[in-house]
Structures are given as C-alpha cells and as structure tokens.
C-alpha cells in the first residue's frame, strides 16, 4: 500500500546527540517536504525537495539538514541536538499529477533532555 | 505573499449540529486548495482537495466549497459526531503549482456528545 513512513515515531534523547529522523514514501512522489510544530501551535516549513540531489530551506529557520539521494528517502539530521529542538517533526510528500494532493506521514515527537 | 486565515481559531458544538469552517487567503491566484484533519499528536490528513477551477468537493458527511475571487473557502461539516472533534487546516498552494503549500493556523473542533 503506497504511504508515507516516519520513523522513530517518538525520540527521547540528551543533549549533544546526533539524531536522524527518517521519513520514506511508496508513492513515487517528487516532492517532499518536512515540517516543524510544536503542540497546539501552527505547522512550519522548515525543509523541501523537488527531487533527487534538490534541497530546500523553508519559512522557519532551522539548525537541521536534510538529504535526497533517493526519491522515496529524506532524512532529516540534527548534528547536536538541544532542548530548544523538543517538537513534532512532520515528513510529507506530493505527487506531480495534476492534482497536486499532498500527504502527510504520522510524525516523529522528539524529545531532548 | 500568500497569508491564509482561519475563523473561528476554536469552535465547541453539540452533536448533531450542520458547521462550516472559514478559511480566507489574500492572492487569489491559487493552483488548489486543500483542507486536512490533525488529531492531536497526529500527523495531517487530506479531506478534501478543490482545483482552482472548481466550485466545490463532497465527501460523505463534508462538503468544501472554493470562491476563488474572493479568496474564500469552507468546510461543512454536517450531522457532527463526537469523533469528527480535531483540528481542521486549510492550506493553499499558489499558481505556480510548484511552491509549498501556505498553511492556516487551523480551527479546533470540539463535538460534544
């Protein structure tokens, strides 16, 4: 079945740790795209891709990188990760038919002591 | 550049009742439109999706309806069930079809049973 796959689901880490966030989509989609929100609040852009070896910066400023080596592969990295990054991450994807209808995956909430 | 607003930001009903959602955007030059679902700790589901040249989209108990020139959406919702309660997105994507999608800030549905 096509989806869109966020793991870890849920991250509890210290300080000062290199993290990835991983996010795979089945759907052959070009676009992808990950977002940040904190509980209760609005979503923010924070990375894109519209393909293989493309990155984007979003809206909202960020100290992650991204990768896109693969089309259905774009991992998010935090070299050092802090308190301040204690959030929902949000990985979605897009088709390039004409409808243009994004999904979204489940999520990843990380946590940093 | 793109600003996207909805209204109410929160909404409590009775089970039963007929709602529509508001959501607003400044550039009428608009692709699409499309609304989504978040439950809380979730990640977004797609609703519905109204192309520029439509008027409106029906699923089951929701119907979206799009007036592009004055830059205008809603969501009706009818016969709401304790289970539609979540918080509801509009987002638009601009003309060009490839840019990200602007998101609204989203109104939160409570259906009392």
């Known amino acids: 079945e096509a989806d869109i796959y966020q793991t870890p689901r849920y991250l509890v880490i210290g300080t000062g740790k290199k993290i990835t966030l991983e996010c795979s989509q089945t759907?052959?989609?070009?676009?992808m795209y990950w977002y940040q929100q904190d509980p209760g609040m609005e979503l923010h852009l924070i990375h894109y891709?519209?393909?293989?070896?493309?990155?984007e910066k979003g809206d909202l400023s960020s100290e992650s990188t991204v990768s896109r080596i693969r089309t259905e592969h774009f991992p998010l990295t935090l070299e050092s990760a802090r308190p301040s990054h204690t959030s929902q991450y949000l990985c979605?994807?897009?088709?390039?038919?004409?409808?243009?209808?994004?999904?979204f995956g489940p999520g990843t909430r990380l946590t940093v002591l | 550049k793109q600003e996207v607003t909805q209204i109410p930001a929160a909404l409590s009903v009775p089970e039963g009742e007929n709602l529509v959602l508001n959501c607003s955007f400044t550039?009428?030059?608009?692709?699409?439109l499309q609304w989504f679902r978040q439950d809380p700790g979730k990640g977004l589901t797609s609703l519905l999706l109204?192309?520029?040249?439509?008027r409106e989209q029906t699923s089951g108990r929701l119907n979206a309806s799009l007036d592009k020139s004055s830059g205008r959406s809603t969501l009706y919702i009818a016969a709401s069930q304790p289970g539609d309660s979540a918080t509801y997105l509009c987002?638009?994507?601009?003309?060009?079809?490839?840019?990200?999608?602007?998101f609204g800030k989203g109104t939160r549905l409570s259906v009392i049973a």
């Open positions: 987002a638009v994507r601009t003309l060009s079809g490839n840019t990200p999608l602007v």
């Open positions: 550039d009428s030059a608009i692709y699409n």
């Open positions: 109204i192309q520029s040249s439509q």
């Open positions: 979605a994807s897009r088709g390039g038919q004409s409808t243009y209808e994004q999904f």
């Open positions: 891709s519209y393909g293989v070896n493309s990155t």
């Open positions: 759907m052959g989609h070009d676009k």
